[in-house]
């Protein structure tokens, strides 16, 4: 196949999954690593590549990619609190939480992050798009719970003290308490009735 024939089947999609339009031709699969190898193709994890610059209709989103690189999967944790401007800092990696195995994707685009989180757990997010692209993204209540989750350590309130969460107001305060009574957990327990206590303080800073 000719990069001009493949350009014009895939340069509607912004992520070209090759399974998806060639099966298991092994042909394609040479020419792409050839391409790759050019910079006619960037290739995101194996089998999931994007067009290069020059060649490229769509501007591929990252959260798009994301929610792509791994199903399922919904955008969380650190990256989602710097989507809602929970936190003040600019989030390097696409943090996520998937049912799989956790790992990490590198590559021209960036950093993708996958934590591991049971099954029951995964809920609470919702389809965003953007440019006619989809991703999925928790709530930012969820969000929150979520990264408290997988902490190592127990949430102390020096540690929420410690993330500066900002734009609290953005938060709905019963959702996010009927959300951690979910996780059916004593230590997210607490650290949803500190994380409340500190939504409050910023509520009675601010008046």
């Known amino acids: 196949m000719k990069l001009e024939e493949f350009i014009k089947l895939t340069e509607e999609h912004p992520v070209i999954e090759l399974s998806a339009f060639f099966g298991d ?27 290069g610059d020059r060649y490229r209709k769509i501007n591929p989103y990252e959260l798009h990619i994301a929610s792509v690189l791994k199903r399922p999967s919904y ?18 990696p696409y943090t996520s939480v998937t049912t799989k195995r956790q790992n990490e994707y590198r590559n021209e685009i960036g950093i993708f992050e996958y934590r591991h989180i049971k099954k029951e757990l995964f809920w609470g997010y ?15 209540e969820k969000a929150i719970l979520d990264f408290f989750y997988l902490q190592k350590n127990d949430i102390s309130d020096d540690f929420i003290e410690e993330m500066r969460f900002q734009n609290t107001d953005r938060l709905d305060v019963r959702k996010f308490k009927k959300f951690a009574d979910k996780f059916e957990t004593k230590r997210l327990a607490k650290a949803s009735e500190r994380m409340i206590r500190y939504i409050e303080a910023q509520e009675e800073n601010t008046l």
Do not use: H, N
Not at 75 to 92: D, H, Q, T
């Open 25 to 51: 031709d092994k042909g394609i699969r040479v020419q792409v690593s050839q391409w790759v190898k050019t910079g006619k193709l960037i290739m995101l994890k194996r089998g999931y590549y994007i067009l």
């Open 75 to 92: 955008v969380s944790l650190e990256k989602a609190l710097e989507f809602y401007g929970l936190i003040p800092e600019m989030v390097v």
């Open 126 to 140: 919702s389809a965003l798009t953007k440019e006619k692209q989809t991703c999925y993204i928790a709530s930012p």
